[in-house]
């Protein structure tokens, strides 16, 4: 117990030290990155008049809305945990001849695919801790008695909020790609600490949750994130993206696609705001009288 309030402790003053500002703000403007939907589709051509900003509840007047022409600065996020193998009593996930391993590098083909040449990937492997794959060089390889160990705990939660607090390319807008069944085992980070790192940090996180079998005698009786769903869902939101819940037989290039399309078509709203009280600041963003699926973060640290 002393040691997980020591740990969170040192988490929150590297975290309030290191990430003190969010969005692209200024002295005096914030602009932040929106992307607009109907259904499954980018709605483009919006302009400044349909837009509609609230900060701290109040009416924004907009300076200018473009479109994001940003590249991409990328982490994409691999479980390599053995719950992705395998579930409790040997229940495997339905791959036929694939194995887990090959999904994921799949995944991560084919986020490599789908980027221009001025984005950058990163590529991070995690059960509990993040290991950073490099062309080239392997990864570490610790004594086969501890991998076993390590590879049985998954600490989720954690590598997560580690990924928020990684420093990103000033031209680039930071991207999360969490790909996981969503179990976590072992975590020492509580739901707060890891929103609180996530409101304080300018990246956009996905998580695409993979189902996994469940006991039951239906095939397609899976299950998703065990009891996290509520707070992933939530924390992806608050940041500006979504969770997707995709079956271990899903095509990932089409999800991966979808994702990285929408971010293509993002517009940049920015503005002065009419406060400059410090703390935290919400924000909404809506365009009246559409029924578009709007994403943004949702506030900022001033």
Known sequence: ?????LLRSI???TMVAATQQTFRSGTDAVTVSVTVNSGRKPV???QKEQFRVLDDSVVQHLASVTVETRPLDVLLLLDESASTVRRPMGIPYPFG???MQTWLAETQAATLRSLEPTDRLRTLRF???LAEERPGVALASPREDLLVGRKERTALLDVIAEAFMMPAAADKRRVILVVSDGRDSSSILDDRTLLTIADRSDATCFLLAVGGRTFGPIPDDLFWIDGYEGLLDFLTTRSGGRMLKIRPDDRVTDHMQQLLAELRTQYALAYIPTSTKPGWHDIDVDVPGKKYDIRAKRGYWR
Not at 1 to 5: D, I, N, Q, S, Y
Request: aromatic residues 0%; hydrophobic residues 55%.
């Open 11 to 13: 988490v929150l003053a």
């Open 1 to 5: 117990m002393v040691r997980t309030a």
């Open 44 to 46: 483009a051509g919006l």
């Open 127 to 129: 059960s509990t801790a």
């Open 97 to 99: 001849t694939e194995d």
